[in-house]
């Protein structure tokens, strides 16, 4: 029912900055909450940051002040703009979105795109 399609993934050195993308597509028109995860070799997959349709963001602690959610309604798309890049960030990163007002909620996933900072 709806695809996400992530891209912007790359090689960065420390201090540096990335800007991924998530375009959705299908029957998006439930969709309340948009975010990214994360998930390194050898460790659980973990919330990064949301986005609600009303524009309330949310943050892991660990990037507060370093990345930003956003979107862009009229393509149906998120982004998510890491600056201040540390060698702890590299993981792959996936695109989330999800449909919390049917029962049960349903989630979807892009395919993930891989983030790698080095030292």
Same mark, same amino acid.
């Given at each position: ?25 299908? !029957? ?14 050898? !460790? ?17 602690? !660990? ?57």
């Amino acid at each position: 029912q709806v695809q996400l399609v992530e891209s912007g993934g790359g090689l960065v050195q420390a201090g540096g900055s990335l800007r991924l993308s998530c375009a959705a597509s299908g !029957s998006i028109f439930s969709i309340n909450v948009m975010g990214w995860y994360r998930q390194a070799p050898g !460790s659980q997959r973990e919330l990064v940051t949301t986005i609600t349709n009303g524009g309330i963001t949310d943050y892991v602690d !660990s990037v507060k002040g370093r990345f930003t959610i956003s979107r862009d309604t009229a393509k149906n798309t998120v982004y998510l703009q890491m600056n201040s890049l540390k060698p702890e960030d590299t993981a792959v990163y996936y695109c989330n979105a999800r449909k919390t007002w049917i029962n049960p909620t349903r989630n979807y996933w892009g395919k993930g795109t891989l983030v790698t900072v080095s030292s």
